[in-house]
């Protein structure tokens, strides 16, 4: 092989030379280039961040502004569940379904085929109950809560010793609305069996089958049967059960549903709702139904302007489950405990 000349080979380092110092130039632009993309990557990035976060912000801020009204505009008593449109239209088929139990309960104890016909050794006869009558007493409830716990966190990446870690601080605030609507209607028992027989409610809650009937037949029985009554009746009495003067039942249904919302950002330094157990937006809505049944003597009738009033034991019965029920419910909330 023919070697090169010295001129040839000068020639050739020259030429690598300059291919390296080339190449190092267009490194060179190229990191430039690649450091300036960077820093305009980063500042479009950050400002992005910024961006959205105000975004995120006011839909949040929006957002519990709207869930905050909750608890501070009076509550509706109805709910997307209940059986009728209007809270008029429900209430009056809260009391014909009641009424419709009542009737259908009297009925059941006359005419009940265990102890028909009346007999010294089937009892005493029922006929009393026509000359009683009941008393309904309801409770309708609405409570509605909202809370909104915005929180922010702060922490030190760089920090030094005996410097602090992280700092954070939050805000609580909350509103409560309660709507209450109470009711009393009075029944004469003989008044309500010259009506046409009624089909039992199939609904849920208060407009589910409530077991009246099975309430007075429970009372009916104890009057009936001669080892209960005081002196087994040698003759059928019909004018008093006896042993009863009055009888009662309270029925309450509490429903409870709510919610929580709760969006988190998270930077180098700070943190935006940080997860502590708290939601930042939360609602609570509580339903209440109560109903008190009380039945008893009527002591005076109905007339063209008044309702019949029943016997003073057992207005007294009534007037004691609506003082109780309003001293559980204000205990339970002062408490914040399910019924």
């Known amino acids: 092989m023919q070697a090169n000349s010295p ?21 060179l632009a190229v990191n430039v280039l690649d450091e300036a993309r960077c ?4 500042w479009g990035v950050e400002r992005m961040k910024k961006i959205k976060f105000a975004h995120l912000l006011l839909i949040s801020v929006s957002l519990a502004v709207a869930g905050c009204t909750g608890g501070l505009t009076t509550p509706e008593l109805r709910d997307f569940f209940d059986a ?3 809270q008029e239209a429900d209430e009056n088929l809260i009391l014909n379904e009641i009424r419709c139990e009542i009737r259908t309960g009297v009925e059941n104890a006359l005419y009940d085929k265990r102890f028909n016909p009346p007999t010294s050794t089937t009892g005493k006869s029922p006929d009393w109950l026509l000359k009683w009558g009941a008393k309904v007493s309801y409770v309708l409830t609405g409570d509605d809560k909202a809370s909104l716990n915005p929180g922010v966190s702060w922490e030190n990446p760089f920090r030094k010793m005996n410097t602090f870690v992280s700092l954070a601080f939050g805000v609580q ?3 409560e609305s309660t709507r209450k609507e109470t009711g009393a209607v009075t029944y004469a028992f003989s008044d309500l069996l010259k009506q046409q027989p009624c089909n039992p409610p199939k609904g849920i809650l208060i407009h589910s089958d409530l077991k009246i009937p099975e309430f007075i037949s429970d009372k009916v029985f104890i009057t009936r049967v001669p080892g209960t009554v005081p002196t087994a009746p040698r003759t059928i009495d019909t004018s008093t059960p006896q042993i009863l003067n009055a009888a009662s039942e309270e029925i309450t249904f509490v429903v409870i549903y709510g919610g929580n919302f709760t969006p988190s950002w ?14 930042l937006l939360s609602g609570t809505r509580t339903k209440t ?12 009738p109905a007339d063209s302007v008044n309702a019949p009033r029943l016997s003073g034991p057992a207005e007294t019965i009534d007037s004691a489950n ?5 001293v559980s419910t204000a205990i339970q909330n002062s408490l914040n405990i399910l019924p």
């Open 7 to 27: 001129g040839e080979n000068a020639r050739a380092a020259g030429i690598l030379a300059q291919i390296y110092i080339d190449s190092s130039k267009k490194t």
């Open 39 to 42: 820093k305009s990557r980063r």
């Open 84 to 86: 009728e449109p209007t």
């Open 173 to 175: 605030s909350s509103a």
């Open 266 to 279: 998270k930077f180098v330094r700070i943190s935006v709702n940080p997860s502590m157990g708290t939601p």
């Open 289 to 300: 139904q109560y109903a008190s049944i009380t039945l008893g003597p009527i002591e005076k």
């Open 322 to 326: 609506l003082i109780g029920h309003a």
